[in-house]
Antibody, heavy 116, light 108 residues
Framework: QVQLVESGGGLVKPGGSLRLSCAAS????????MSWIRQAPGKGLEWVSY????????YYADSVKGRFTISRDNAKNSLYLQMNSLRAEDTAVYYC?????????WGQGTTVTVSS | EIVLTQSPGTLSLSPGERATLSCRAS???????LAWYQQKPGQAPRLLIY???SRATGIPDRFSGSGSGTDFTLTISRLEPEDFAVYYC?????????FGQGTKLEIK
């Protein structure tokens, strides 16, 4: 079945780095745009980034621009989010999602906590 | 930048009742590119409605979406116990893509 599984979350100090991964299965990964969305504790949804099927088109929210880098490896059916210069306000559950105009398939999320 | 405002913030209803959730955009949403998602505690969001009124795969027909331009509505005709959750609208017609702040549907 169609599935997305995130990994790589954890506790990191302010200024630190973390790399999230999302493993896709059950569909032709290389046909789809993919995205990262996050949700801070008790808050709503925030679109972080998306990447086109080939990787040639990328979008970042202003809140992460210059600090986060999205990438993908179509041969490995995997999506990544490299997060640098992390701040307390980056603390959230990070979801990867398949993007076909809308976010039609979501992973279960991975938790990132930025704290000293 | 299109800002989405959902109302009410919290809606208290009983199973069997009809729920009406509103999503208002600060500018017209092109081509009715408006989606609705449901999120239950501890779970990822789930796509319910896209294109303002089309149900996603596997979504029961008690869920319906309507509207155009700047005013959109999600209606749940008869609430089931599993429908109590937070609902988000999202516009995808123009960049940047934003979500509304959510409406919590709670059991009365």
């Amino acid at each position: 079945q169609v599935q997305l599984v995130e990994s790589g979350g954890g506790l990191v100090k302010p200024g630190g780095s973390l790399r999230l991964s999302c493993a896709a299965s059950g569909f032709t990964f290389s046909d789809y745009y993919m995205s990262w969305i996050r949700q801070a504790p008790g808050k709503g949804l925030e679109w972080v980034s998306y990447i086109s099927s080939s990787g040639s088109t990328i979008y970042y929210a202003d809140s992460v621009k210059g600090r986060f880098t999205i990438s993908r490896d179509n041969a490995k059916n995997s999506l990544y989010l490299q997060m640098n210069s992390l701040r307390a306000e980056d603390t959230a559950v990070y979801y990867c999602a398949r993007l076909w105009l809308v976010l039609d398939v979501w992973g279960q999320g991975t938790t990132v906590t930025v704290s000293s | 930048e299109i800002v989405l405002t959902q109302s009410p913030g919290t809606l208290s209803l009983s199973p069997g009742e009809r729920a009406t959730l509103s999503c208002r955009a600060s500018q017209s949403v092109s081509s009715s590119y408006l989606a609705w998602y449901q999120q239950k505690p501890g779970q990822a969001p789930r796509l319910l409605i896209y294109g303002a009124s089309s149900r996603a795969t596997g979504i029961p027909d008690r869920f319906s979406g309507s509207g155009s331009g700047t005013d959109f509505t999600l209606t749940i005709s008869r609430l089931e116990p599993e429908d109590f959750a937070v609902y988000y609208c999202q516009q995808y017609g123009s960049s940047p893509v934003h979500f509304g702040q959510g409406t919590k549907l709670e059991i009365k």
